[in-house]
């Protein structure tokens, strides 16, 4: 090994034990946040209808940017409890075979969600640059200094959490969440009128650094890619929220579950409905991903919540394209554990602009899991209600 591969090691190494290290210390002065905990509603699902088959014409569009106003921001809140909400709940499966079905459901209990939606709070004009939407062509997702990390070799790249991040065939990322299920973005798989053609075939991509070749172990810092070992997917979930037909696609359910077709031996990570940024440890979230401007390598990120609406997160974490689907987590304390724990509360999106009394701003989005969103999730990857209380 040269002199300037054991420096590039030893910087890597340094830099991602400072994080290991550095984030229990801080968490240890901070205390549990005192709040009532979350009811989560149950879905009745009913009988699945089946469908045509899929034509599966959409093309993936992996640079997802979308625009919104002051009107779409509370239109998630205008809805909750209605029927319009109940319709964006049902849901459809995509078989591997190229079947689909839609399967409606009614919510009981979502009475006790009222009044719990997280209000949007404007921004100000400390937390982000105001830009003209002429310049949408720039160079987006890249705030400043470059703040991301490339995570390397086999005591990282198989280590929790990073070894829950994985890639889908279509180009996006995605992160386990079960023995057998993989969460990613709606966008991923459909464009909100079909599903896109690489979405027949689908498949999940896990990561297997090169430790030996012939038995004989290898140098992890040389130019060696990681290898992967792809899974095909038996079926494909997206809620109905994301299928609109004619009408533009909202980032507000841009979520999608993959069922593999046998369970992996990793750890997943679970899934937590998403507290208020003031409750998430540090105000942080976390996600890795498979950024395009970095081929075969995981990139990792971490970064302070700027502003929320009751339905998305935004925020100034560095992305490009190919991180869509991320799991976006953040440390969250569990009641039962009684200690701060890695959860999913999110699925990184895309890019967004706002318009807001005039000013245009630009935010990296991911949509957060609402109470009705988590179980609904949750009824997917365990077919009942019964073990998907919040912990």
């Not at 993936?60 to 409890?81: I, P, V, W, Y």
């Amino acid at each position: 090994m040269t002199p300037h591969q054991n420096s590039l090691l030893a910087h890597l190494f340094t830099s991602l034990l400072l994080l290991q290290l550095l984030l229990p210390l801080s968490l240890s002065f901070l205390h549990p946040p005192h709040h009532q905990p979350v009811h989560i509603p149950s879905l009745v699902p009913h009988a699945p209808l089946p469908l045509t088959r899929s034509r599966f014409s959409a093309q993936t569009q992996l640079d997802f940017s979308t625009h919104c106003n002051s009107s779409c921001l509370h239109r998630g809140e205008q809805e909750a409890g209605g029927e319009q909400l109940t319709e964006k709940l049902a849901f459809e499966t995509l078989y591997s075979d190229g079947s689909r079905t839609l399967t409606t459901v009614d919510v009981e209990g979502d009475d006790e969600l009222e009044g719990t939606a997280i209000p949007f709070v404007q921004p100000s004009s400390k937390r982000g640059p105001r830009i003209k939407l002429r310049h949408k062509r720039m160079r987006r997702q890249i705030y400043g200094a470059d703040g991301r990390f490339n995570i390397r070799g086999d005591h990282f790249l198989l280590d929790y959490p990073f070894s829950t991040a994985v890639r889908i065939s279509t180009g996006c990322t995605g992160v386990l969440v079960s023995q057998q299920h993989v969460l990613t973005a709606a966008h991923c798989v459909h464009d909100g009128k079909d599903y896109v053609k690489g979405a027949r075939k689908l498949r999940v991509g896990f990561l297997t650094p090169p430790s030996s070749i012939n038995g004989t172990k290898t140098d992890h810092t040389s130019a060696k890619k990681p290898l992967v070992r792809w899974v095909r997917v038996k079926r494909t979930r997206v809620p109905k929220g994301w299928i609109q037909g004619p009408q533009e696609v909202s980032m507000d359910f841009d979520y999608a579950l993959l069922e593999l077709r046998w369970p992996h031996r990793r750890p997943f990570m679970r899934l937590s409905v998403a507290p208020s940024s003031e409750d998430l440890a540090g105000k942080r979230i976390h996600f890795s991903g498979f950024d395009s401007d970095r081929p075969g390598e995981l990139v990792y990120r971490f970064c302070p919540v700027e502003d929320e609406s009751n339905d998305l997160i935004y925020q100034h974490c560095d992305a490009r394209p190919g991180a869509s689907g991320s799991g976006v987590y953040g440390r969250v304390w569990d009641n039962t554990l009684e200690r701060w724990e890695r959860k999913v509360i999110g699925i990184f999106s895309g890019h967004q602009w706002l318009e807001i009394d005039g000013e245009n701003r630009d935010y990296n989005v991911a949509v957060r899991f609402t109470p009705l969103k988590f179980a609904q999730i949750c009824y997917w990857v365990h077919g009942n209600q019964l073990d998907c209380n919040q912990d």
